[in-house]
Nanobody, 122 residues
Framework: QVQLVESGGGLVQAGGSLRLSCAVS????????MGWFRQAPGKEREFVAA????????YYGDSVKGRFHISRDNPKNTVALQMNSLRPEDAGVYYC???????????????WGQGTQVTVSS
């Protein structure tokens, strides 16, 4: 069973930065595309970013393009999301997900982490 554990969430002022990390339990990260999603209270889970198995291809939601950067370190079994120029609307629970058949849709991922809370104060 693949387990994903997110970390790095917290409280940050608008304009600040946070770096989220997702640790994958098994040494097979290199086989998986990976994604980050977020969910604010009362809203649907939203695509944030994704990265291909090799890291050669990355994908971003329109609202985070130019501010967020996804990366992966396959030998260390981790995927990171660097978030810069944070806005209050970026707040929510951020989830790491693995093994997609389509990067952009929540129902196309087979594995999910429990999430990490990001709060952005204005």
């Amino acid at each position: 069973q693949v387990q994903l554990v997110e970390s790095g969430g917290g409280l940050v002022q608008a304009g600040g930065s946070l770096r989220l990390s997702c640790a994958v339990s098994q040494r097979i990260l290199k086989l998986y595309g990976m994604g980050w999603f977020r969910q604010a209270p009362g809203k649907e889970r939203e695509f944030v970013a994704a990265i291909s198995e090799s890291g050669e291809r990355t994908y971003y939601g329109d609202s985070v393009k130019g501010r967020f950067h996804i990366s992966r370190d396959n030998p260390k079994n981790t995927v990171a999301l660097q978030m810069n120029s944070l806005r209050p609307e970026d707040a929510g629970v951020y989830y790491c997900a693995a093994q997609p058949t389509d990067y952009y849709y929540t129902d196309r991922y087979n594995y999910w982490g429990q999430g990490t809370q990001v709060t952005v104060s204005s």
